[in-house]
């Protein structure tokens, strides 16, 4: 591995339970995290890489648990060499959006381990403008906003700077892509589902945002940043991120829904008038249950899928090129070629015991991996039903 | 904490919550203040100095709007000053801002003096302004931030304060960072509350965000084109006797 590819240990790896990882004791916790520790090995080492289970552990609880799984995983769920780097461009400053990248990336203190020395951090930092700019100047046509330096420092912080170019212009090109327009408009639209997905749900509290005329901007930095530009706790970001990998790109926009929904008591309280509400939803409280809210977005996709709701509601689904490609991008990760790279790496690692997972948690969990599955493939769903039980852990 | 993840604290400091103004809602008026301006002027750090927050010390870019409220007390009347903290890429104004522009009852354009682009590009948020159909007696104020950074400044009071005649704005020099410098924050923010104030005795609670957007378009322009001819509207002009760190109306 290059010094380049070097992923840095920044952040204290899961020694304990990921963020909201709620244990009935310690040994059970244990025990369920090595036994997804097992069954993620053996999908990483299977030749081709089992990338069906790799999503679905990315979804259930915990996600993909650490950062080294992290580094090996997140390229499968995306399909993607980590080896194969874009070609450096000498050129990087010349790029229209290079002051304003340089702008931004100058003020992300917050996102570096706190403690970081300050010369450590500027390295770091002028390889994440390079990182940034160099997938802006591979794809002319995609713009930078304000944000995306949020993405891209998490992706730096876990995988190291090569290996972000690689993943980062990959996702631009996909589940970012709407973003990344010359205007916003298309991100306006992907916003756009929010308030249907709560109307099915809780049609009170939808005519409540709707009389408040809050409109969908607080969740823009949720949306655009994956998370990454509101919660401070690095771990649940990354726990996030593995989520959306292995999802579909409005997967932000149904999790908001079940912040919200979550969240409705505290405003149903509030005054019913923008700026009260908005000043409310914006700030996103740095306790709430992640992984109770990821099942509440998963089961909230299954119930109101984004066709659907398009339909309903007269959304643009097919003008987003962000949710038109990506079955494409799903389904060429099912079909990966076997990595050798890869199964020199997880070699080291084998000599666990076999996958084995326990079959008692909810079924709404394993709906939702059997829908992070089947999005592509309606044949493979229902071999995943049938296995799904066995995987879960 | 500090920047634009949490904000919260800033509201607290005078034991109130965003949602307080239960409180006596038939009494606090509520006036809307929307801070435009180039990407890192300074708008964000403004506003938090300004509700009471430390300069933070790992400022962010921030995303979208970003919402601050203060309550401030002019005359003895408690008034609620609401800001809404925009994002400087021109990408968000375009799509996602104007939305805040509605029924403003205030603007603070702002630049920073260490950066020429920021001062050159004040006309398209003044223009940008004007397209909004804000109403000509929506007062503007011009704010020069980072005054504190002599050795790098490029822009100079005299341009600042031209342009700020030109368009007929009371003009601040300010930095966010020091209070050594130019005029003090809070002070800009109590300016624009004492003329909201004055300006608008009558006004009740909500009622100022459905009524306030009386003037046209057309008017709005005929009034920016005479920029000489409008200062006959302004109720009242900066008390010079505060004006003592740069303000030049």
Known sequence: ?393 | MEGSKNTTGTILEEGESSTASQESPSQRRIFKVIVLGDSNVGKTCLTIRFCGGDFPQKPEATIGVDFRDKDVTVDGESIKLQLWDTAGQERFRKSMVQHYYRNVHAVIFVYDVTKLSSFENLPTWVDECDRHSLSSNVPRVLVANKCDITDRRVVSTNMGQKFAEHNDMPFFETSAKSSEVGESVSNIFLYIAKKLKAQRPHLHLRAGFGGISGSGRTSVRKLRLKSSGLRGFEPEKTPKSKCAGGCFS
């Open chain 1, 1 to 393: 591995m290059s010094t380049n590819n070097k992923a840095h240990n920044f952040h204290e790896e899961d020694k304990d339970q990921p963020p909201g990882f709620h244990r009935n004791n310690a040994s059970g916790f244990e025990l369920h995290k090595r036994a997804k520790l097992v069954a993620i090995h053996k999908a990483l080492q299977s030749d081709p890489v089992d990338v069906a289970s790799l999503r679905k552990y990315a979804i259930s609880k915990g996600g993909l648990l650490t950062d080294e799984i992290r580094r090996k995983a997140w390229p499968k769920l995306l399909n993607v060499n980590p080896f194969e780097s874009i070609a450096k461009d000498a050129n990087i400053k010349e790029h229209r959006d290079y002051d304003q990248v340089v702008l931004d990336v100058n003020r992300s203190l917050k996102r570096f381990p706190p403690g970081m020395k300050d010369d450590e951090r500027e390295v770091l930092q002028d390889q994440l403008v390079e990182v940034i700019v160099r997938v802006l100047c591979e794809n002319n046509q995609l713009h930078y906003y304000q944000g995306y330096h949020d993405i891209c420092v998490t992706f730096q912080l876990v995988v190291g700077k090569e290996a972000t170019v690689s993943l980062v212009n990959k996702l631009s090109t996909h589940h970012l892509r709407d973003f990344m327009d010359s205007t916003m408009d298309r991100t306006k639209h992907m916003l756009n589902y929010l308030l249907p997905i709560i109307n099915k749900s809780k049609p009170a509290l939808h005519d409540f945002l709707q009389r408040s005329e809050v409109g969908t901007v607080f969740a823009l930095a949720w949306l655009i940043t994956w998370y990454g530009h509101v919660l401070n706790s690095f771990r649940s970001i990354v726990r996030l991120y593995d989520f959306f990998l292995a999802c579909h790109p409005l997967m932000p926009v149904y999790l908001a829904a079940a912040i919200v929904l979550y969240r409705e008591e505290d405003i149903m309280q509030c005054e019913c008038d923008m700026p009260f509400v908005h000043s409310l939803l914006s700030k996103i409280p740095q306790n709430l249950p992640l992984e109770k809210l990821i099942v509440d977005a998963g089961d909230l996709f299954v119930q109101y899928q984004p066709s659907q709701l398009a339909k309903e509601a007269r959304l643009y689904y097919k003008e987003s090129t962000s949710l038109t490609t990506y079955q494409s991008l799903e389904e060429s990760s099912r079909i990966q070629r076997p990595d050798s790279v890869l199964r020199r790496l997880t070699r080291r690692g084998q000599g666990h015991a076999s996958a084995a997972g326990r079959p008692q948690d909810s079924n709404r969990v394993i709906k939702v991996a059997v829908w992070a599955i089947s999005m592509g493939i309606g044949a493979a769903a229902l071999t995943v039903l049938n296995n799904a039980l066995e995987f879960w852990g």
